[in-house]
């Protein structure tokens, strides 16, 4: 379960002319998100939300990040601060960003720790924060953030209810909340809220396009080449049995299979199991995402080189929207399926039905290979105009710059 509390409070600006309109611009921006996990779904959500910031902010501008303090983070923005989450909560911002992803969601999981154990844990690594607790309670009370605003974010599955409504109350307290999906925007509607924005994912505007203009030209070849794309899974009926299934459909020698995994960290498992039956699928290569030795630009050219994708990600999905690749998607998560309906030329494979469907759905992508390309192209366009109007939004919204685009 992943769940963040916050309060909220009011705002603290001060006042500069910028390209002839007046424009606010906090003294600091805080962005929470699942960042450092060497995940590079979460690494260019990040990198979106920063190539947006540096357009309207200037140097005064403190942002910090609510992360794992990995060493790749501070390489890639070296002007940014990182803390922790505990951290994050004992001290004020006049901006608080919800950056992106699914960070609002629960599984039913195991038995769960306790809160000593969870507050033992930080304060052992962290011991400043004991310090920094006690001047927080006995200082005149100051709200956390001026302005609490979520971006480009995903919500849910729900397993608990009580996290749910956790997550309604939490969310209650923002100034405005962007959506990336129509199941968010659902539950934002059930909850009844009104001041909400439906965009899409951060990773469909075009400044993602302008950055990695890859494009997927031409048909497929006598034998097309398949980018799998699985993940370490351990919630659901099927959890990490599910890559045991998806493996054995792909031992086929008349296709070839290139396997990209997406985190170094989360996906150990996955490294593993691939390596111990190599030998029996048609693997030609294995990249994983190592931000410490690659970078954005080369594990993305490759990546757009695929004739097809076949995916338990979601961003493996969306970088395919984005290079015109048709994708099968593996139904593990209802973000999957909310785009794939959203995609003409996409296919969605519900777990609990043969896995003959992913064969099948690569037989009919090949054979009308242009017409998928057509359908997932206009499909783009009508993302793309969202997640566009979603940034243009939030910025007219957070700075008051009624100019920018």
Same mark, same amino acid.
């Given at each position: ?94 901006? @608080?960003? &919800? *950056?992106? %992803?699914?960070?609002? /969601?629960?599984? $039913?999981?195991? !038995?769960?720790?306790? +809160? ?32 609490? @605003?979520? &971006? *480009?974010? %995903?919500?849910?599955? /729900?397993?608990? $209810?009580?996290? !749910?409504?956790?997550? +309604? ?34 990773? &469909? ?201």
């Amino acid at each position: 379960m992943s769940i963040y509390r916050l309060v909220l409070g009011s705002n603290i600006n001060i006042k500069v002319r910028k390209k002839e309109n007046i424009v606010s611009i906090p003294r600091s921006i805080t962005i929470k998100g699942a960042y450092g996990d060497a995940n590079i779904g979460d690494d260019l959500l990040l990198d979106m939300i920063i190539s947006v910031l540096k357009e309207v902010l200037d140097a005064r501008t403190k942002i910090v990040l609510v992360a794992k303090k990995a060493p790749y983070l501070r390489n890639y923005y070296p002007q940014v601060s990182i803390i922790s989450q505990p951290a994050s909560k004992l001290k004020y911002t006049d901006v @608080y960003i &919800l *950056g992106g %992803g699914t960070q609002l /969601f629960s599984f $039913k999981s195991g !038995e769960r720790r306790s +809160k000593f154990e969870i507050y033992w844990h930080f304060i052992k690594n962290e011991p400043f924060l004991l310090l920094l607790w006690l001047k927080h309670k006995f200082s005149p009370k100051r709200p956390l953030a001026g302005k609490f @605003y979520a &971006l *480009g974010i %995903g919500l849910g599955p /729900f397993e608990e $209810k009580e996290v !749910e409504t956790s997550v +309604k109350g939490i969310l209650s307290n923002y100034h405005k909340v962007y959506v990336r999906d129509k199941y968010s925007k659902e539950y934002l509607i059930k909850w009844g809220f009104h001041d909400y924005f439906f965009g899409a994912d951060l990773c &469909l505007t075009s400044r993602f396009k302008e950055q990695f203009n890859f494009k997927k030209q031409g048909s497929m070849g006598q034998k097309p080449r398949i980018g799998l794309v699985l993940r370490s899974w351990s919630y659901g009926e099927y959890g990490d049995r599910l890559n045991d299934i998806v493996l054995k459909t792909f031992e086929d020698k008349r296709v070839q299979y290139h396997l990209y995994v997406f985190s170094t960290i989360k996906d150990q498992e996955l490294i593993e199991t691939v390596g111990n039956r190599a030998d029996m699928m048609s693997l030609q290569s294995m990249a994983v995402w190592d931000p410490d030795r690659d970078t954005f630009h080369r594990f993305l050219e490759d990546f757009s080189k695929n004739d097809i994708i076949v995916t338990s990600r979601y961003h493996a999905a969306i970088f395919a929207l984005n290079f015109n690749i048709p994708t099968i998607c593996i139904g593990i998560d209802p973000k999957l399926k909310a785009l794939c309906e959203e995609v003409a030329g996409f296919y969605y494979w519900e777990v609990s039905e043969n896995a003959d469907f992913i064969l099948e759905s690569i037989t009919k992508i090949f054979e009308d290979y242009e017409t998928h390309q057509s359908s997932i192209r206009q499909s783009y366009s009508l993302l793309n105009e969202r997640s566009d109007e979603m940034i243009n939004d939030f910025v007219k919204t957070v700075f008051g710059n009624a100019d920018y685009q």
